[in-house]
Every structure is written in structure tokens, then in C-alpha cells.
């Protein structure tokens, strides 16, 4: 008898646990739902009401790692992933899945056109943040839509614009972010665009850090820092003049803590 109690107990310990665990609000896929786009996920909070006042928008693109046609890839790490960890995020979240190449700004903006059109979203407040591969589009979408997007984040990338396309970058709250040891993409790539804009004053907006020693995977530790998002939801299109937040910084103690309590590996996306 003691021992079915026993056994009955952890259950029901084991049952309290999960639900501890499991992530507030909805994630949803969509397929084809804008034609000739990417594949996404959308996570909706929990304090979502359809027809409800209107939310934020945080746009996250992976890196190449992640790409391919198996949506269920964009939850390896990131934003949707830092959610599924117990991160509360009270925004939609939109998670595209890039079957391979470049991220197009125009199929982005269409999927932003989408959302907008689909769900309640506060258009004064969309974020895009990214890395690698999707730091590269987060730096190409901020400077082709600059007066769409609130503030950005770009996580050891670069990007594709041409030097006159570059400008758009400098027109919006942007923190740039590079470990100096990272064998997948140098820091080069990221210290490119940051020249261009101090060479060009249109550095006013920019943040940049370039993290001393750090590897390329490191900064996927960013995506469950609560820092990050504090910074990015200072920012709003209603902001007149345009500001940057530089009121606090992120620090390697930041990144570490989060690392420890994650316990993710430090090679994981090395390769990304």
C-alpha cells in the first residue's frame, strides 16, 4: 500500500512539475499562408483577446542552421525556444522559417503586412532581432523598412546592402553585437557596417558591442536575457526625434548567468 501511495505521489509530483513548466499563451504554424513566402510560427500571449488592444511585434529570423522546411527547426534556439524555457514574452511573436539563402526584405515585409492585417498589432512597436545568418536579415529588413520597425537587434551577422542602402540603418534604434572569436562569421562583418555609419554620421542611433573573446554561439544566450527585450520595448515609432536607449548595458556577467541557468552548450551553434 505505502508503496502504491508512493508511486502515486510522484505522479502526481511529476504532473504539478509539467505544468509549472509548460509556456503561457499559443503557438500556432502557418503554411503557405501568404503565397510564395516563408513558412512561420506565430506565438500569441496568454492576455491575448482576439479583438483586443493591440499588441507589439517581435519579428525573429534564425540563422542557417535552422533552415529547411521542418518549422519545428526555428524552436532550437531563440525567441519561440526562450519561450518554451518559462520566458514570459507579452508581445506576439513572429518566427519565420527561411528554406535556404539570404533573408528577403520583401517577403518579410509582406509577412509583417499579414500580421497586421490578421491580428491586433500595435504597428508603433515591431522589433526584429536576429543572429547569424538572421542578423544578416535583421540589418537588411531594418535598413530596406526603417520607418516600420521600432528598434533592432542584430546578433553576430552583417549584412547585403550596398553602401547607399546602408543609410536606412542609420534611420532607427539599432544594437549590433559580435563576439571577437567567432569562427562562423568574423566580426569583420558586423565592424563593416558600423565604419560605414560613423564614417557617414549616421551613427546617432547605433549601438554596437563587440564581445571579447566570445565564440559565435554565445550570443544565443541573448534571446532569454530580459535585458533584451527591456531595451527593445524602450523604443516606439511615436518617439520624436527617433531615440537609442543607452541607459543600460548587457554584460558578459549577463550572458553567463543566463548561460548557467539554461545550460546550454557553448559549441551548440557554432556551426550556425
Not at 10 to 33: D, M, V
Amino acid at each position: 500500500m505505502k508503496k502504491i501511495l508512493f508511486i502515486l505521489l510522484l505522479l502526481l509530483a511529476g504532473i504539478s512539475l509539467h505544468a509549472q513548466n509548460e509556456p503561457g499563451g499559443k503557438f500556432i504554424t502557418k503554411y503557405r499562408a501568404v503565397p510564395n513566402n516563408y513558412n512561420f510560427w506565430i506565438y500569441t500571449p496568454d492576455d491575448y483577446e482576439p479583438g483586443g488592444h493591440p499588441l507589439p511585434l517581435i519579428i525573429f529570423l534564425h540563422g542557417k542552421s535552422l533552415c529547411g522546411t521542418d518549422l519545428n527547426k526555428v524552436k532550437r534556439y531563440g525567441v519561440l525556444n526562450a519561450i518554451e524555457r518559462g520566458k514570459y514574452i507579452p508581445t506576439f511573436v513572429l518566427a519565420p522559417q527561411n528554406p535556404g539563402g539570404s533573408w528577403n526584405p520583401q517577403k518579410l515585409y509582406a509577412l509583417l503586412e499579414w500580421m497586421e492585417a490578421n491580428y491586433p498589432i500595435d504597428s508603433t512597436r515591431v522589433y526584429v532581432l536576429g543572429m547569424s545568418l538572421g542578423g544578416y536579415g535583421t540589418m537588411d529588413f531594418a535598413g530596406t523598412y526603417p520607418d516600420k520597425i521600432a528598434a533592432a537587434m542584430a546578433l553576430c551577422g552583417g549584412t547585403t546592402l550596398s553602401d547607399s542602402q546602408k543609410d536606412g540603418l542609420g534611420r532607427l534604434p539599432m544594437w549590433i553585437m559580435h563576439g571577437t572569436a567567432d569562427r562562423a562569421v568574423p566580426v569583420s562583418c558586423s565592424k563593416t557596417v558600423v565604419e560605414y555609419l560613423k564614417k557617414n554620421k549616421k551613427d546617432s542611433l547605433l549601438r554596437y558591442w563587440w564581445l571579447p573573446g566570445a565564440s559565435h554561439g554565445i550570443l544565443a544566450r541573448l534571446f532569454c536575457l530580459q535585458k533584451t527585450y527591456d531595451w527593445l520595448f524602450t523604443h516606439c515609432l511615436k518617439d520624436s526625434p527617433r531615440v537609442v536607449d543607452r541607459s543600460f548595458d548587457i554584460t558578459m556577467d549577463d550572458i553567463k548567468t543566463t548561460y548557467e541557468e539554461l545550460k546550454w552548450s557553448q559549441d551548440m551553434f557554432e556551426d550556425d
